[in-house]
């Protein structure tokens, strides 16, 4: 006996409409004016009414809050290709707050059910005819001229989500629903509806739908939660801190690695290299699956490019051989109309365009995880704050994708907390870094809460080479000179203006060696270093040609210049005197003592076998040259992970059912030394991995 009372959500202007609108404000109708401000207070005001009196009634509400007409729907389509939600042919993407307010307002009510109309009419003379106005309906009757078919369903208040984001997925699902059935009413209506056969459920109704939620939107994150949303009957939550997505990726500029046989590479090469730079502190299984996958991690890269038909496919096509490696695998973008394409960049600009695309997806972005939610021992969510406040997000797995601790070099984070810096590497609490200040460790922290492993944790990278401003020379944070500026010919010099050093050696050797230089050799009065560095500060001149930076690309390096970062001299005269301050002679011999080794092809008395370009070329060269000192880069130590990519407690070594993990909140693959170029690689495959096996859980948690 509910049907004598049926309250509609309408426009305020239609309470001005003679007869209609006066009848209607009678009858109680509730009157928006699409200010969710003004209309809420107005809504829970009339349904506490209905509540506190029982009263029956039918609460009507048109979720789309619109007719469809052709601008619309081409609006509200490309709304949600923007938002990544399912694009309806026939409907409008439904709003989601009233429907929401009305549900929750109910629940525990003489109000029980909501009921799902979904209405398809034909004239009779033909298909695509106007619906009859509002007036034709009150006044005379529609048969026959024109034919319906209603479609209804029940469910229950109680087994509707209740978290806004699910609910608002349910709604969003049941449109792709009604949209199906019209498109099918519409092309099939020929003479008779079967009845058994027109409406067809998704199988994301009968079969609900799992939730994977990924903390941290780098590349780890984006490849977690694209892998996650292709297996299927997985709705997919990215969760971002900041206020865009991209992390410490977006910053890479040296390359992703993998095998290249062009090279002469060689999967046991590859392993070998890899494990040689851990020092023994890798886990063999790891760096197995890094190595193996590292070329089918390329190939699906490129074909996530491929998705996309305004944008050409990612170009890899770069290849290096940097620090430590054997051969060239290092694989980065070349410029594009003579501007330089950062690597790191435009993987992320890649995925993320990626997954926008993608249906039941949602990002989060200026949103903090707080605490992981678990029940005996399994993950069950987590709990979120953002401007909205603090609340919990259920999830059937999570994946942590946060990165590392490197980007806190202080003894304290902002919330009192000590950084894990100073907790596990207390010596370089003062040491310059490349990582934003994002890179806090508090994904470690997370887990730790829930009794995650640890590994490794005080084996923290100290990149050889972060650009040094001349005007501004000891700011904490400082750019990567990128590996490939070596890889490509560069040099570096003491301040006596004296090699001391194999340029591609492992990361750590190099840094030693600066390190080791600075305390033993003093700038010369007249140098640059001397004007513009303390007295002892770790500090090497990085020096190029016009061959190498050609090589490495005038363009890409036309950026770091536009920072400051290179001064540029003409021949070996003012290189000796403006920049150096040694006698021309010196440098003179130690350039070439280097291009004798070219032409012997020996290994000079530091080791080196592999010789980019001369230093003292036939004709006149410009000398580029910066100044580069050793910087927190990559903190090889996280929480421990196995070959699936789940995260292990600390006492036994079992799983963490429904935890995940990516990128460089995990330990274990790269031991006490990092190659350049597998950071990004780690990202794909341990990203991919965790995604895949999350979404895979979830389906039977």
């Known amino acids: 006996n509910m049907l004598k009372n049926c309250k509609y959500f309408v426009k305020d202007s239609i309470k001005w409409l003679p007869f209609f609108g006066w009848g209607m404000w009678l009858a109680g109708f509730i009157f928006v004016r699409r200010n969710w401000t003004q209309d809420q207070a107005k809504i829970i005001a009339a349904f506490g009414k209905v509540k506190r009196l029982e009263t029956p009634a039918w609460i009507i509400n048109y979720v789309e809050g619109s007719r469809v007409t052709p601008k619309k729907?081409?609006?509200?389509?490309?709304?949600s290709r923007e938002r990544g939600y399912p694009v309806l042919r026939n409907l409008l993407l439904p709003r989601i707050k009233g429907f929401a307010t009305c549900v929750n307002e109910f629940r525990g009510s003489h109000i029980k059910y909501v009921y799902d109309f979904t209405l398809g009419y034909r004239h009779k003379s033909k298909l695509g005819q106007s619906a009859p106005s509002m007036v034709r309906v009150h006044t005379r009757s529609l048969w026959p001229e024109y034919e319906f078919h209603v479609h209804v369903r029940r469910f229950a208040i109680e087994d509707i989500p209740r978290d806004e984001i699910e609910l608002g997925h349910w709604l969003r699902q049941l449109w792709v629903e009604k949209d199906e059935f019209l498109s099918g009413l519409h092309d099939n209506w020929a003479g008779h509806i079967d009845k058994q056969t027109t409406w067809k459920e998704s199988s994301c109704m009968t079969l609900q739908h799992k939730i994977v939620i990924i903390i941290g939107s780098g590349l780890a994150g984006l490849s977690a939660a694209i892998e996650a949303h292709n297996q299927g009957n997985t709705r997919v939550i990215l969760i971002e801190k900041e206020d865009k997505i991209g992390g410490n990726s977006m910053k890479a500029t040296s390359g992703i690695n993998a095998i290249e046989p062009l090279t002469g590479d060689s999967r046991d090469a590859f392993v070998q290299d890899t494990l040689k730079?851990?020092?023994?502190?890798?886990?063999?299984?790891?760096?197995?699956?890094?190595?193996?996958?590292?070329?089918?991690?390329?190939?699906?890269?490129?074909k996530q490019s491929e998705f996309e038909t305004d944008m050409p496919s990612l170009d890899l096509?770069?290849?290096?051989r940097?620090?430590?490696?054997?051969?060239?695998r290092t694989h980065r973008c070349p410029p594009q109309n003579g501007r330089p394409v950062p690597v790191g960049w435009k993987l992320i600009d890649t995925?993320?365009?990626?997954f926008m695309s993608l249906p039941d997806t949602e990002v989060l972005t200026n949103t903090r995880v707080t605490r992981l939610l678990t029940k005996q021992d399994k993950i069950t969510g987590v709990e979120i704050l953002n401007e909205e406040g603090k609340r919990e997000i259920p999830a059937n797995a999570v994946v942590l994708a946060t990165g590392g601790y490197g980007g806190q070099t202080g003894t304290r984070l902002s919330d009192g907390h000590a950084t894990l810096l100073s907790?596990?590497?207390?010596?370089?609490?003062?040491?310059?870094?490349?990582?934003?200040?994002?890179?806090?460790?508090?994904?470690?922290?997370?887990?730790?809460?829930?009794?995650?492993?640890?590994?490794?944790?005080?084996?923290?990278?100290?990149?050889?080479?972060?650009?040094?401003?001349?005007?501004?020379?000891?700011?904490?944070?400082?750019?990567?000179?990128?590996?490939?500026?070596?890889?490509?010919g560069g040099i570096l010099l003491n301040g006596d203006g004296k090699r001391f050093v194999d340029e591609l050696n492992l990361r750590d050797h190099v840094t030693d060696k600066i390190v080791h230089q600075a305390s033993k050799v003093y700038h010369r009065p007249e140098s640059w270093m001397h004007k513009i560095l303390p007295k002892k500060y770790p500090a090497a001149y990085l020096v190029l040609t016009d061959e190498a930076v050609e090589n490495f690309g005038k363009s890409t390096l036309g950026f770091?210049?536009?920072?400051?970062?290179?001064?540029?001299?003409?021949?070996?005269?003012?290189?000796?005197?403006?920049?150096?301050?040694?006698?021309?002679?010196?440098?003179?011999?130690?350039?070439?003592?280097?291009?004798?080794?070219?032409?012997?092809a020996s290994p000079d008395d530091f080791g080196k076998t592999v010789f980019p370009c001369r230093l003292l070329p036939e004709n006149p060269t410009t000398y580029w040259v910066a100044l580069v000192t050793p910087v927190v880069h990559y903190t090889m130590g996280?929480?421990?992970?196995?070959?699936?990519?789940?995260?292990?407690?600390?006492?036994?070594?079992?799983?963490?059912?429904?935890l995940y993990g990516a990128g460089e909140v995990t330990g274990g693959v790269h031991g006490r030394n990092r190659l350049a170029g597998n950071s990004l690689l780690e990202c794909v495959v341990f990203g991919r991995t965790a995604g895949r096996n999350a979404a895979i859980y979830s389906q039977s948690s």
């Open 277 to 302: 730079s851990g020092g023994g502190l890798s886990d063999e299984s790891l760096v197995a699956k890094l190595v193996d996958e590292s070329r089918p991690a390329l190939d699906w890269l490129i």
């Open 317 to 320: 096509s770069v290849v290096s």
């Open 560 to 600: 770091y210049a536009s920072k400051g970062f290179f001064a540029q001299v003409e021949g070996i005269d003012n290189l000796a005197k403006d920049v150096l301050g040694v006698d021309k002679k010196e440098i003179e011999q130690t350039f070439k003592e280097y291009d004798s080794h070219i032409e012997s």
């Open 351 to 354: 995925l993320k365009k990626r």
């Open 638 to 658: 996280g929480l421990n992970m196995n070959t699936d990519a789940a995260i292990l407690r600390q006492d036994n070594q079992t799983v963490i059912p429904g």
């Open 73 to 79: 729907l081409q609006e509200s389509q490309a709304f």
């Open 322 to 328: 940097c620090g430590g490696h054997s051969f060239g």
């Open 423 to 488: 907790e596990f590497a207390p010596q370089l609490v003062h040491t310059a870094t490349t990582n934003g200040p994002w890179a806090n460790g508090d994904g470690i922290r997370l887990a730790l809460a829930v009794k995650a492993g640890l590994r490794d944790m005080d084996q923290v990278q100290l990149h050889p080479t972060g650009f040094i401003d001349p005007n501004q020379p000891t700011l904490s944070t400082k750019f990567l000179a990128p590996e490939a500026l070596r890889a490509y």
